[in-house]
């Protein structure tokens, strides 16, 4: 089991009995695009819920907060919080309650009058152009409303912002919820104490958003795989042709030192499958990597790489993956991808650590119907990626103690 040296309460850790427990979570789930507007996937509610539910247990009187869209500062109401009200209401009855703000006067007598075990949701944070700003008098309203912060949003860990970084300096009580802490465990433990061999699975489109990542990560793992748009740069930086691929020219240097660097760390494809358009009904093959034809792109890892990567997925004892290995949303170039889904799965039954990392490998690992085989699916895109790249989250730096 994966632990991780960084300090920080848990609920389980502090007294809730009968206190006023502000719960920042992550509730920006995907509404219907017309009124009357409805949540279309609750996955981010759910995940919340045994933190709501052990704070109920224990007497909490729950204060729930959460940015929902991107408004600009002011209400709208295709961003209200309402749609989420209704869905816990369907779930917790007439235990909670629906605040028209986050702040003010009003909002205090409400987190004032609850019980305990009852629940206060407040209307979207981001209707304050100072949640953002992280502005202090802001902070300081927000933390007028409850006697404990508990924070359980790891998607918004990466943003310094007022429910987040500046509340927790008027508060003297602060802990992670469970979900916060499942993904600080995991994804503290994958770049602190791995158990060895220690592989990490890098894809997507592009270079430039995941160099950090891969550069942290070869400091850390004995192997790091590359996959998905990226593979063309690395392969054009070793002087290969790469066709109609997806290359970044400006990347290529950055790619050669990358390899360099690496030192035979870095495993990139044998083959690809190659497609003469960008289509899923275009015609498509595999080919060797130093056969790429001129007016051809790469699409896909090919069969021999599939079976490499699997090999070291296999032997290694903790992976962590981030990014498809192919264009995935198009079925005909998403074997890679599925493969190592799949390898990664029958490695989680044979006692390796597995992590997947937000985003869209999220997204194919849900379209493979195997999520539920992984050791731990991140539910942030942007934080966990932010934390593989080795900074140090705003939201994690206020909790640790
Ligand atoms: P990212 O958000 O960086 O993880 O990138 C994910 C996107 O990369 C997905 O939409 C994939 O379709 C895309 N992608 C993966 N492989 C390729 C490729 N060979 N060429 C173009 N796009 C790709």
């Not at 070869?218 to 990226?230: F, P, Q, S, T, Y």
């Not at 997947?356 to 999220?362: A, E, I, K, M, R």
Request: charged residues 25%; hydrophobic residues 40%.
């Amino acid at each position: 089991m994966l632990y991780t040296t960084m300090h920080y309460k848990t609920i389980d850790d502090i007294d809730v009995q009968s206190k006023r427990v502000f719960l920042r979570v992550d509730f920006n789930v995907p509404l219907t695009k017309e009124a009357p507007y409805r949540i279309t996937d609750a996955t981010r509610i759910k995940a919340a819920s045994p933190t709501i539910e052990a704070l109920r247990k224990r007497g909490a009187r729950v204060i729930l907060a959460s940015h929902l869209g991107r408004p600009k500062g002011a209400p709208e109401a295709k961003y209200s919080l309402k749609p989420v009200f209704e869905h816990l209401q369907e779930k917790i009855g007439s235990a909670i309650s629906f605040a028209n703000d986050c702040v003010g006067a009003e909002v205090e007598k409400q987190a004032n009058a609850l019980k305990d075990g009852e629940v206060l949701l407040l209307e979207n944070l981001r209707f304050h152009p100072e949640e953002e700003k992280n502005d202090p008098a802001f902070a300081q309203q927000l933390a007028k409303l409850a006697d404990v912060y508990v924070d359980d949003a790891f998607g918004a860990a990466h943003r310094a912002h007022a429910s987040i970084e500046g509340i927790t300096h008027y508060v003297s009580v602060k802990a992670a919820g469970y979900l916060m802490d499942k993904e600080l465990k995991y994804l503290g433990g994958v770049l602190q104490n791995p158990a060895h061999p220690f592989i990490a699975i890098i894809g997507g489109a592009k270079i430039s958003g995941k160099i950090d990542v891969i550069q942290n990560l070869l400091g850390r793992a004995d192997k790091v795989l590359i996959g998905g748009g990226m593979t063309y740069t690395f392969l054009k930086a070793q002087g290969k042709e790469v066709g109609k691929s997806l290359v970044e020219e400006d990347k290529i240097e950055l790619a050669q030192s990358l390899l360099a660097q690496a030192g035979g760390k870095l495993m990139i494809p044998t083959d690809t499958v190659v497609a003469g358009e960008f289509k899923n009904e275009a015609e498509h093959k595999s080919v060797s990597v130093n056969n790429i034809p001129p007016d051809w792109m790469g699409v896909d890892i090919g069969p021999e790489t599939i079976k490499q990567f699997t090999e070291e997925i296999l032997k290694a004892k903790t992976i962590v993956w981030n990014g498809p290995m192919g264009v995935f949303e198009m079925s005909n170039y998403a074997n890679g991808t599925l493969a190592i889904a799949k390898a990664m799965a029958e490695a989680t039954g044979k006692g390796a650590t597995t992590v997947v990392g937000g985003g869209d490998s999220v997204a194919a690992l849900e379209q493979s119907g195997l999520a539920d085989k992984m050791s731990h699916v991140s539910t942030g895109g942007g934080a966990s990626l932010e934390f593989l790249e080795g900074k140090t989250l705003p939201g994690v730096k206020a909790l640790e103690s």
